[in-house]
Protein backbone atom coordinates (compact mmCIF):
# COMPACT_ATOMS: atom_id res chain seq x y z
CA UNK A 1 0.00 0.00 0.00
CA UNK A 2 2.74 2.59 1.16
CA UNK A 3 5.82 1.33 -0.40
CA UNK A 4 7.25 -1.20 -1.94
CA UNK A 5 8.60 -4.08 -0.05
CA UNK A 6 11.79 -5.34 -1.59
CA UNK A 7 13.06 -1.89 0.16
CA UNK A 8 14.41 -2.09 3.67
CA UNK A 9 11.83 -0.20 6.00
CA UNK A 10 12.70 2.46 8.79
CA UNK A 11 14.02 -0.28 12.00
CA UNK A 12 15.97 -1.97 9.41
CA UNK A 13 17.89 0.83 7.81
CA UNK A 14 18.40 2.06 11.85
CA UNK A 15 19.94 -1.73 12.07
CA UNK A 16 21.51 -1.99 8.82
CA UNK A 17 23.31 0.93 10.23
CA UNK A 18 24.10 -0.03 13.22
CA UNK A 19 25.67 -3.00 11.56
CA UNK A 20 27.97 -1.23 9.67
CA UNK A 21 29.28 0.88 12.45
CA UNK A 22 30.13 -3.15 14.55
CA UNK A 23 31.77 -3.93 11.34
CA UNK A 24 33.63 -0.40 11.17
CA UNK A 25 34.82 -0.14 14.89
CA UNK A 26 35.92 -4.28 14.49
CA UNK A 27 37.70 -3.15 11.13
CA UNK A 28 39.74 -0.22 12.69
CA UNK A 29 40.50 -2.18 15.82
CA UNK A 30 42.16 -5.17 14.28
CA UNK A 31 43.98 -3.13 11.73
CA UNK A 32 45.23 -1.13 14.42
CA UNK A 33 46.35 -4.20 16.52
CA UNK A 34 48.05 -5.09 13.15
CA UNK A 35 50.09 -2.02 13.17
CA UNK A 36 50.62 -2.78 16.64
CA UNK A 37 52.44 -5.91 15.80
CA UNK A 38 53.80 -5.21 12.39
CA UNK A 39 55.73 -2.13 14.76
CA UNK A 40 57.08 -5.27 17.09
CA UNK A 41 58.28 -6.94 14.28
CA UNK A 42 55.50 -9.62 14.49
CA UNK A 43 54.13 -11.33 11.69
CA UNK A 44 50.62 -13.71 12.37
CA UNK A 45 50.24 -14.37 8.88
CA UNK A 46 52.01 -14.80 5.86
CA UNK A 47 52.04 -12.11 3.07
CA UNK A 48 48.72 -10.37 2.10
CA UNK A 49 46.78 -12.70 4.32
CA UNK A 50 47.36 -10.21 7.69
CA UNK A 51 45.25 -7.95 5.44
CA UNK A 52 43.08 -10.81 3.76
CA UNK A 53 41.41 -12.02 7.25
CA UNK A 54 41.32 -8.52 8.65
CA UNK A 55 38.80 -8.18 6.29
CA UNK A 56 37.25 -11.05 5.81
CA UNK A 57 36.26 -11.43 9.99
CA UNK A 58 34.62 -7.93 9.19
CA UNK A 59 32.79 -9.08 6.34
CA UNK A 60 31.69 -12.05 8.40
CA UNK A 61 30.14 -9.85 11.53
CA UNK A 62 28.77 -7.53 8.91
CA UNK A 63 26.54 -10.53 6.92
CA UNK A 64 26.18 -12.29 9.99
CA UNK A 65 24.42 -9.61 11.60
CA UNK A 66 22.71 -8.94 8.41
CA UNK A 67 21.30 -12.68 8.22
CA UNK A 68 20.10 -13.02 12.12
CA UNK A 69 18.57 -9.43 11.93
CA UNK A 70 17.53 -10.46 8.11
CA UNK A 71 18.56 -7.46 6.42
CA UNK A 72 18.95 -8.22 3.32
CA UNK A 73 19.97 -4.82 1.54
CA UNK A 74 20.03 -6.26 -1.97
CA UNK A 75 16.24 -8.40 -1.23
CA UNK A 76 16.76 -11.94 -2.22
CA UNK A 77 19.70 -11.68 -4.26
CA UNK A 78 21.42 -11.69 -0.75
CA UNK A 79 20.17 -15.63 -0.63
CA UNK A 80 22.01 -16.11 -3.21
CA UNK A 81 25.35 -14.62 -2.25
CA UNK A 82 24.80 -17.00 0.93
CA UNK A 83 24.42 -19.71 -0.62
CA UNK A 84 27.28 -19.50 -3.66
CA UNK A 85 29.94 -17.85 -0.65
CA UNK A 86 29.21 -20.57 1.98
CA UNK A 87 29.81 -23.28 -0.98
CA UNK A 88 32.72 -21.57 -1.89
CA UNK A 89 33.74 -21.56 1.83
CA UNK A 90 32.80 -25.22 2.44
CA UNK A 91 35.23 -26.02 -0.82
CA UNK A 92 38.29 -23.60 0.13
CA UNK A 93 38.37 -24.97 3.70
CA UNK A 94 37.68 -28.78 2.69
CA UNK A 95 40.76 -28.31 0.65
CA UNK A 96 42.75 -26.82 3.20
CA UNK A 97 41.87 -29.03 5.93
CA UNK A 98 42.48 -32.07 3.69
CA UNK A 99 46.27 -30.89 2.65
CA UNK A 100 47.34 -30.19 6.35
CA UNK A 101 45.78 -33.73 7.46
CA UNK A 102 47.45 -35.05 4.88
CA UNK A 103 50.31 -33.55 5.77
CA UNK A 104 51.65 -31.37 2.69
CA UNK A 105 51.25 -28.01 4.05
CA UNK A 106 51.51 -26.91 7.45
CA UNK A 107 48.59 -24.62 9.18
CA UNK A 108 51.51 -22.79 11.31
CA UNK A 109 55.10 -22.17 10.61
CA UNK A 110 56.40 -21.08 14.37
CA UNK A 111 54.10 -18.77 15.52
CA UNK A 112 52.79 -17.22 11.78
CA UNK A 113 49.70 -18.58 9.88
CA UNK A 114 50.90 -20.31 6.33
CA UNK A 115 48.59 -19.65 3.35
CA UNK A 116 47.03 -22.79 3.36
CA UNK A 117 45.83 -21.75 7.34
CA UNK A 118 44.83 -18.53 6.14
CA UNK A 119 42.69 -19.83 3.33
CA UNK A 120 41.27 -22.38 6.04
CA UNK A 121 40.16 -19.52 8.31
CA UNK A 122 38.57 -17.52 5.03
CA UNK A 123 36.85 -20.67 4.15
CA UNK A 124 36.36 -21.13 7.99
CA UNK A 125 34.48 -17.48 7.98
CA UNK A 126 32.74 -17.95 4.57
CA UNK A 127 31.02 -21.57 5.37
CA UNK A 128 30.51 -19.98 8.74
CA UNK A 129 28.24 -17.39 7.08
CA UNK A 130 26.35 -19.90 5.70
CA UNK A 131 25.56 -21.75 8.62
CA UNK A 132 24.46 -18.56 10.43
CA UNK A 133 22.03 -18.06 6.95
CA UNK A 134 20.52 -21.90 7.04
CA UNK A 135 20.39 -21.31 10.69
CA UNK A 136 18.58 -18.41 10.64
CA UNK A 137 15.95 -19.75 7.94
CA UNK A 138 15.59 -23.32 10.36
CA UNK A 139 15.02 -20.89 13.12
CA UNK A 140 12.24 -18.94 11.06
CA UNK A 141 10.50 -21.62 10.17
CA UNK A 142 10.22 -23.67 12.79
CA UNK A 143 8.90 -20.51 15.24
CA UNK A 144 6.49 -20.30 12.64
CA UNK A 145 6.80 -17.85 9.89
CA UNK A 146 3.75 -15.81 9.66
CA UNK A 147 1.97 -15.95 13.12
CA UNK A 148 1.17 -13.39 15.12
CA UNK A 149 3.94 -12.95 18.01
CA UNK A 150 2.56 -12.08 21.76
CA UNK B 1 9.15 1.79 26.68
CA UNK B 2 6.09 -0.43 26.99
CA UNK B 3 4.30 -2.58 24.84
CA UNK B 4 1.60 -0.70 22.93
CA UNK B 5 -1.51 -3.11 23.67
CA UNK B 6 -3.64 -0.10 21.88
CA UNK B 7 -2.20 -0.71 18.75
CA UNK B 8 -2.79 -4.91 19.01
CA UNK B 9 -6.10 -4.36 20.01
CA UNK B 10 -7.07 -1.85 17.22
CA UNK B 11 -5.43 -4.20 14.83
CA UNK B 12 -7.45 -7.46 16.37
CA UNK B 13 -10.29 -5.44 15.89
CA UNK B 14 -9.87 -5.14 12.16
CA UNK B 15 -9.28 -9.00 12.15
CA UNK B 16 -5.61 -8.16 10.82
CA UNK B 17 -2.65 -9.64 11.67
CA UNK B 18 0.51 -8.81 12.46
CA UNK B 19 1.73 -9.53 8.94
CA UNK B 20 -1.44 -8.57 7.08
CA UNK B 21 -0.69 -4.67 8.98
CA UNK B 22 3.09 -5.00 7.67
CA UNK B 23 1.61 -5.54 4.38
CA UNK B 24 -0.85 -2.55 4.48
CA UNK B 25 1.75 0.02 5.68
CA UNK B 26 4.77 -1.65 3.63
CA UNK B 27 6.84 -2.46 6.72
CA UNK B 28 8.05 -6.33 8.12
CA UNK B 29 6.65 -8.06 10.51
CA UNK B 30 9.16 -7.70 12.72
CA UNK B 31 8.60 -4.45 12.78
CA UNK B 32 5.09 -4.72 14.10
CA UNK B 33 6.26 -6.74 16.65
CA UNK B 34 8.51 -4.71 17.49
CA UNK B 35 6.12 -1.64 17.74
CA UNK B 36 3.54 -3.85 19.82
CA UNK B 37 6.71 -4.79 22.27
CA UNK B 38 7.52 -1.57 22.85
CA UNK B 39 11.11 -2.43 21.74
CA UNK B 40 11.10 -0.16 18.61
CA UNK B 41 9.68 3.76 18.64
CA UNK B 42 8.59 3.93 14.64
CA UNK B 43 8.51 7.83 13.39
CA UNK B 44 5.68 9.90 12.88
CA UNK B 45 5.49 9.23 9.25
CA UNK B 46 5.09 5.13 10.21
CA UNK B 47 2.79 6.19 13.13
CA UNK B 48 0.55 8.11 10.40
CA UNK B 49 0.51 5.16 8.09
CA UNK B 50 -0.63 2.90 10.88
CA UNK B 51 -2.99 5.13 12.12
CA UNK B 52 -4.56 5.15 8.50
CA UNK B 53 -5.18 1.64 7.84
CA UNK B 54 -6.69 1.07 11.18
CA UNK B 55 -8.73 3.89 11.53
CA UNK B 56 -7.73 5.56 14.51
CA UNK B 57 -6.13 9.09 15.44
CA UNK B 58 -2.46 9.42 16.71
CA UNK B 59 -3.75 10.08 20.36
CA UNK B 60 -5.47 7.36 20.28
CA UNK B 61 -2.86 4.86 19.23
CA UNK B 62 0.47 6.03 20.02
CA UNK B 63 0.14 9.04 23.17
CA UNK B 64 1.41 8.36 26.34
CA UNK B 65 -1.65 7.03 28.70
CA UNK B 66 -1.43 9.05 31.82
CA UNK B 67 0.02 7.70 34.98
CA UNK B 68 -1.63 3.55 35.77
CA UNK B 69 -1.33 2.87 31.68
CA UNK B 70 0.89 0.43 31.35
CA UNK B 71 0.71 0.32 26.95
CA UNK B 72 2.54 3.15 26.23
CA UNK B 73 4.64 3.74 23.34
Known amino acids: MF ?21 MILFVVLLSINALLKECDITWAEGMYEDM ?29 YIVEGVAGAFLFGMCLFEVLTGREAFLTGHTLTRTGAEMVQGGCMLLLLLVFCGKKVYNHRKGGGEDEA | MGKNLRLKAARANLG ?11 VTRQTIVAIEKGDYNPTVKLCIQICQVLGKTL ?15
Open chain 2, 16 to 26: LTQQGLADMVG
Open chain 2, 59 to 73: DGLFWPEPEGGNDRV
Open chain 1, 3 to 23: KCRNELDERQLLQRGNVFQHA
Open chain 1, 53 to 81: LIMWVAITLCLGEFAILEIYPIGGGMNVI
